[in-house]
């Protein structure tokens, strides 16, 4: 199908928007109703059709003005991208798995025309039409990750993998939940995810590095993650918590329904061929609380998940305070029915809201 | 589970290839060179990476992993280099004996086990034997990047020195051959004490001459992680084994080439899973009853579990005797 792109804004008036289309698709991370922790990893080797697990870097209607509100972001922080010495063949590995999947993925919408070490990219949503030489930086506008980036939804933190452990040595950070690749440069796994609560304590990173050390090219691997924002707000990074921190106070009654965010993070793991480093691509979904309980199913699981959720989750994701809000809201989208197992919607076989 | 779990094979994927060239190296080793039957590119790799190479020799399937040599700029071949080894278990016999230009066969995508470390300001490369094979990927690949290296390469005698005269004669300056059979030997540890900082060493070769490195490495006052060998995890097709799957009321053969879990699958069992790599624990199953050793390969598993006989993973474990009976 064709993707009509919004021409919306994550900012300011934050037009942005999700059509029924989008909503129908939306990554619903949660397959019961409740949610903990686990080792929740999976083989990404494609999924339903529109799915936003089918291709392996889904292209959405907010293609375009991600990409103009990474420029912005950019364009004030130069340092959300960065990539060590030793990382720039990462980046031309992660250039050419971007290139080589989505030209074959989306053929209508990009193209890669490969002469040898002499590359054509053509990418029609963003009117790019680039000839550069493969591996020669200077037949760039930028180096090979800002480029690639710049034109692909999502963050990206890129591990070199070496001495046993995974290093965060290169990335392009500007959709975030709250964390800083300018801080978290140069760390290895423990070390970046030392701020996570319970996980450490039940073992889960210990078993995921095993796991993630072990992904083989041509074999990527997912999960989901997940957290909630005030306001369709692609950059609630730690730089910028005085600008939105403070919006997390305006939530009421009244406007919780369109302002109360459920951001969910795909997170995909590759294996780079020439680096043999690891890309870690995080593609961010937000969707409206009121967006998200037109679907019967979800409203009543989200309800559940949310009361239910342990404190200290709830803490760390930065939604205590407006907890009591939102299972009030909730808990008008939940007459106690059973839901089905698993993550989708099941809108042909799940009873709409009975009160 | 989360969102919709693939139930694609466990491990590396897999290439068809042709044998493009069998090319004799010397009394002792031959070359094989592969390329894609469409002629597509083959995936890029990067150096020091090895691709498995399955033999079906007299009705068994033979899985030898080999260290890609070709210049991983060049994606229109992979190249391997075997040693014929008469003592061994035949993975070697069989591909200097059955394989000939033309033969269709079937390798895995790369795995590196080995990488080149990029940070590097130097890197010092150490083979012994057939153990040249990687570093003439990461020789190619340094040379590319315009990085500092050197070599220093032991052969049995001139005759059996693999590669030795093209290396000597492309890379004059960076080469040196030494010959056992003229009782020259690198001198390792004045090697190892001229090198500049952040100097890696890597080293490939029989099982002496890498402990002999970390060894020497370790008194020279070298750090751990400075000092890179080869540890080749042979892949475990394992011997194919009878379990009695309780709940499902059923016995079922795991043949050598699939795991517990494609086995439960191909019988048409729903078994549980997520990662299929041994991390998740979805997959977790309870023994009922045992007689034989368990092959635990998962990350899952504490140590007490797996001492009590009572668990297993069937994504990537298996299990070695006459009875394993599973609550499932
Ligand atoms: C190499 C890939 C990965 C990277 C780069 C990464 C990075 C991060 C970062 C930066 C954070 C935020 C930490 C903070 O508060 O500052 C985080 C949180 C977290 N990570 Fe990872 N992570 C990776 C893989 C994984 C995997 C495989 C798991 C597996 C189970 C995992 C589980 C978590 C959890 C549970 C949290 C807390 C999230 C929340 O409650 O919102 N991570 N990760
Ligand atoms: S499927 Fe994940 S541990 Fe077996």
Same mark, same amino acid.
């Given at each position: 199908?064709?993707?009509?792109?919004?021409?919306?804004?994550?900012?300011?008036?934050?037009?942005?928007?999700?059509?029924?289309?989008?909503?129908?698709?939306?990554?619903?991370?949660?397959?019961?109703?409740?949610?903990?922790?686990?080792?929740?990893?999976?083989?990404?080797?494609?999924?339903?059709?529109?799915?936003?697990?089918?291709?392996?870097?889904? $292209?959405?209607?907010? %293609? $375009?003005?991600?990409?103009?509100?990474?420029?912005?972001?950019?364009?004030?922080?130069?340092?959300?991208?960065?990539?060590?010495?030793?990382?720039?063949?990462?980046?031309?590995?992660?250039?050419?798995?971007?290139?080589?999947?989505?030209?074959?993925?989306?053929?209508?919408?990009?193209?890669?025309?490969?002469?040898?070490?002499?590359? /054509?990219?053509?990418?029609?949503?963003?009117?790019?039409?680039?000839?550069?030489?493969?591996?020669?930086?200077?037949?760039?506008?930028?180096?090979?990750?800002?480029?690639?980036?710049?034109?692909?939804?999502?963050?990206?933190?890129?591990?070199?993998? /070496?001495?046993?452990?995974?290093?965060?040595?290169?990335?392009?950070?500007?959709?975030?939940?709250?964390?800083?690749?300018?801080?978290?440069?140069?760390?290895?796994?423990?070390?970046?995810?030392?701020? $996570?609560? +319970?996980?450490?304590?039940?073992?889960?990173?210990?078993?995921?590095?095993?796991?993630?050390?072990?992904?083989?090219?041509?074999?990527?691997?997912?999960?989901?993650?997940?957290?909630?924002?005030?306001?369709?707000? +692609?950059?609630?990074?730690?730089?910028?918590?005085?600008?939105?921190?403070?919006?997390?106070?305006?939530?009421?009654?009244?406007?919780?329904?369109?302002?109360?965010?459920?951001?969910?993070?795909?997170?995909?793991?590759?294996?780079?061929?020439?680096?043999?480093?690891?890309?870690?691509?995080?593609?961010? %979904?937000?969707?409206?609380?009121?967006?998200?309980?037109?679907?019967?199913?979800?409203?009543?699981?989200?309800?559940?998940?949310?009361?239910?959720?342990?404190?200290?989750?709830?803490?760390?994701?930065?939604?205590?305070?407006?907890?009591?809000?939102?299972?009030?809201?909730?808990?008008?989208?939940?007459?106690?029915?059973?839901?089905?197992?698993? $993550?989708?919607?099941?809108?042909?076989?799940?009873?709409?809201?009975?009160? | 589970?989360?969102? =919709?779990?693939?139930?694609?094979?466990?491990?590396?994927?897999?290439?068809?290839?042709?044998?493009?060239?069998?090319?004799?190296?010397?009394?002792?080793?031959?070359?094989?060179?592969?390329?894609?039957?469409?002629?597509?590119?083959?995936?890029?790799?990067?150096?020091?990476?090895?691709?498995?190479?399955?033999?079906?020799?007299?009705?068994?399937?033979?899985?030898?992993? !080999?260290?890609?040599?070709?210049?991983?700029?060049?994606?229109?071949? !992979?190249?391997?280099?075997?040693?014929?080894?008469?003592?061994?278990?035949?993975?070697?016999?069989?591909?200097?004996?059955?394989?000939?230009?033309?033969?269709?066969?079937?390798?895995?995508?790369?795995?590196?086990?080995?990488?080149?470390?990029?940070?590097?300001?130097?890197?010092?490369?150490?083979?012994?034997?057939? &153990?040249?094979?990687?570093?003439?990927?990461?020789?190619?690949?340094?040379?590319?990047?315009?990085?500092?290296?050197?070599?220093? !390469?032991?052969?049995?005698?001139?005759?059996?020195?693999? !590669?030795?005269?093209?290396?000597?004669?492309?890379?004059?300056?960076?080469?040196?051959?030494?010959?056992?059979?003229?009782?020259?030997?690198?001198?390792?540890?004045?090697?190892?004490?001229?090198?500049?900082?952040?100097?890696?060493?890597?080293?490939?070769?029989?099982?002496?001459?890498?402990?002999?490195?970390?060894?020497? =490495?370790?008194?020279?006052?070298?750090?751990?992680?400075?000092?890179?060998?080869?540890?080749?995890?042979?892949?475990?097709? &394992?011997?194919?084994?009878?379990?009695?799957?309780?709940?499902?009321?059923?016995?079922?053969?795991?043949?050598?080439?699939?795991?517990?879990?494609? =086995?439960?699958?191909?019988?048409?069992?729903?078994?549980?899973?997520?990662?299929?790599?041994?991390?998740?624990?979805?997959?977790?199953?309870?023994?009922?009853?045992?007689?034989?050793?368990?092959?635990?390969?998962?990350?899952?598993?504490?140590?007490?579990?797996?001492?009590? &006989?009572?668990?297993?993973?069937?994504?990537?474990?298996?299990?070695?005797?006459?009875?394993?009976?599973?609550?499932?």
């Amino acid at each position: 199908m064709t993707i009509q792109f919004n021409d919306e804004t994550f900012r300011g008036d934050y037009s942005f928007r999700n059509s029924p289309w989008a909503i129908k698709r939306f990554p619903f991370p949660f397959h019961e109703d409740s949610y903990m922790y686990s080792v929740n990893m999976e083989q990404h080797r494609g999924g339903p059709a529109g799915s936003v697990f089918e291709k392996r870097f889904d $292209v959405d209607e907010h %293609y $375009v003005s991600e990409m103009r509100d990474r420029a912005l972001v950019l364009a004030e922080d130069p340092l959300r991208c960065q990539s060590l010495p030793h990382m720039t063949l990462a980046g031309w590995d992660l250039l050419e798995l971007i290139m080589v999947s989505k030209s074959e993925d989306y053929p209508d919408l990009f193209e890669l025309h490969r002469d040898g070490d002499r590359w /054509r990219w053509v990418n029609k949503p963003l009117g790019i039409d680039d000839t550069f030489t493969f591996m020669d930086e200077t037949t760039l506008p930028y180096g090979p990750l800002e480029y690639i980036t710049r034109q692909t939804q999502g963050d990206f933190a890129v591990l070199d993998q /070496r001495d046993d452990n995974l290093w965060m040595d290169a990335g392009m950070v500007t959709t975030q939940a709250d964390w800083s690749l300018d801080f978290d440069i140069g760390m290895n796994f423990f070390e970046w995810h030392a701020p $996570v609560p +319970l996980a450490h304590e039940l073992g889960i990173f210990k078993r995921a590095l095993k796991f993630l050390m072990n992904v083989q090219q041509g074999a990527p691997a997912r999960r989901l993650n997940w957290t909630m924002t005030v306001n369709p707000l +692609l950059d609630t990074s730690p730089e910028n918590y005085h600008k939105w921190g403070i919006q997390k106070t305006e939530l009421t009654a009244e406007n919780i329904g369109a302002k109360q965010h459920l951001r969910v993070e795909l997170q995909t793991f590759y294996r780079l061929p020439r680096s043999n480093a690891l890309v870690f691509p995080i593609r961010c %979904y937000l969707i409206a609380f009121q967006d998200l309980v037109t679907v019967p199913k979800w409203g009543r699981r989200l309800h559940r998940v949310i009361r239910d959720l342990p404190e200290e989750l709830a803490t760390y994701k930065g939604f205590i305070a407006n907890r009591p809000l939102m299972i009030d809201y909730l808990s008008r989208h939940d007459d106690g029915l059973p839901t089905s197992p698993g $993550v989708w919607a099941d809108l042909e076989t799940e009873p709409p809201l009975q009160k | 589970m989360s969102a =919709a779990p693939q139930k694609a094979k466990a491990g590396a994927e897999k290439i068809e290839v042709i044998v493009s060239a069998v090319v004799p190296v010397n009394d002792l080793v031959t070359r094989f060179e592969f390329r894609r039957p469409d002629g597509a590119p083959f995936p890029p790799f990067s150096a020091g990476a090895h691709t498995v190479v399955e033999m079906k020799d007299q009705g068994r399937t033979r899985l030898n992993p !080999y260290s890609l040599m070709s210049d991983p700029a060049d994606p229109s071949l !992979y190249a391997i280099s075997v040693r014929r080894d008469d003592q061994g278990r035949g993975g070697s016999l069989f591909l200097h004996r059955q394989v000939k230009p033309g033969d269709r066969m079937t390798i895995t995508y790369p795995v590196n086990l080995f990488p080149v470390d990029l940070r590097g300001r130097k890197h010092v490369f150490l083979a012994g034997g057939i &153990g040249i094979t990687p570093f003439l990927a990461m020789i190619a690949q340094l040379e590319k990047l315009g990085a500092r290296w050197e070599l220093h !390469y032991s052969v049995r005698n001139a005759a059996l020195g693999s !590669y030795a005269g093209d290396l000597t004669a492309r890379h004059p300056g960076k080469v040196r051959v030494y010959h056992d059979d003229q009782q020259q030997a690198i001198p390792l540890g004045d090697l190892l004490d001229g090198q500049p900082l952040g100097t890696h060493v890597y080293v490939c070769g029989p099982k002496g001459m890498i402990d002999w490195v970390h060894r020497t =490495a370790t008194e020279h006052g070298w750090p751990k992680d400075n000092v890179h060998s080869e540890e080749f995890l042979a892949p475990q097709p &394992g011997t194919p084994f009878e379990v009695r799957l309780c709940k499902s009321d059923m016995t079922i053969l795991v043949g050598e080439n699939e795991s517990l879990l494609e =086995a439960m699958e191909r019988c048409g069992v729903d078994a549980p899973f997520l990662c299929r790599g041994g991390a998740c624990g979805q997959c977790e199953t309870d023994v009922v009853d045992h007689d034989g050793s368990f092959i635990h390969r998962d990350h899952w598993l504490e140590d007490d579990q797996r001492a009590s &006989g009572k668990k297993i993973m069937p994504c990537v474990s298996r299990f070695v005797g006459p009875t394993l009976v599973l609550d499932r």
